[in-house]
């Protein structure tokens, strides 16, 4: 009887969960099986990102046994319906088979529905199989300018240096991609916005006080970051 009990008050939980958001944090306490079951709920809901996460869990084999197939069944359910994340997992998927055109199909459809990873997959097959840096260019800084801040910090290193062949040196860009890979809290980047307002380089005027704004939000982001300035 009180298995029963237990069991409703669970499901009625489930029933007022935000269950996919509730999925990541079960994941991220490694707590996989609660994951699961929040993930396989939100599937059947119809809540096909839930879909494509709990794929995940049967491709990497976590909280369940492994089973490849299974998890290319849910990320085709998922892309099919709409979702993002499954049409990218499922280009991963390929890319890892080596059938890269099929890889690059499925990620292009994701990054075309706005997620940031899919770009940035997609530039990395175009720059290691196709040998396109150009076009590589172009969808890592669409990958940028979606939210994925660690491109966003290889695009201002790259803006910064500048060569003789993709990308010449421009400052304004150095600035707007070190100061959006701050803003997604990759604290490195803070740290470089500081430096380059503290010595005043790349056409930049000297600003102590800038420069101290981004060395304590590098030093708020992560504590090993953090700069004597910010002290």
């Known amino acids: 009887m009180k298995k029963l009990v237990l069991t409703f008050i669970f499901m009625l939980n489930l029933a007022f969960a935000n269950l996919v958001k509730d999925g990541d944090e079960a994941y991220k306490n490694y707590d996989f099986d609660l994951a699961k079951a929040l993930w396989q709920k939100a599937c059947e809901d119809k809540d096909y990102i839930g879909c494509a996460k709990l794929g995940f869990l049967y491709d990497k084999g976590k909280g369940v046994k492994r089973d490849e197939q299974k998890a290319r069944e849910l990320y085709e359910k998922s892309c099919d319906n709409g979702s993002a994340l499954g049409c990218s997992n499922l280009g991963a998927q390929y890319e890892k088979e080596e059938e890269y055109e099929k890889a690059a199909l499925f990620y292009a459809k994701a990054c075309d529905d706005g997620l ?19 076009k590589a260019f172009e969808l890592y800084t669409k990958a940028c300018e979606r939210g994925y801040a660690a491109i966003c910090f290889k695009l201002a290193e790259l803006y910064r240096e500048g060569d003789d062949y993709l990308i010449k040196q421009d400052s304004k860009k150095v600035i707007r991609y070190y100061d959006l890979a701050c803003k997604g809290n990759i ?11 503290e010595h005043g380089t790349h056409d930049i005027s000297k600003d102590q006080k800038m420069a101290n704004e981004y060395y304590e939000k590098a030093c708020e982001i992560n504590l090993y970051e953090c700069k004597k300035e910010a002290l």
Request: net charge negative; hydrophobic share 30%; charged share 25%.
């Open 116 to 134: 940031a990873q899919a770009c940035y997959f997609l530039g990395y097959l175009y720059e290691s199989t196709k040998k396109d840096e150009l």
């Open 187 to 197: 604290a490195e980047s803070c740290n470089r916005l500081g430096e380059l307002y």
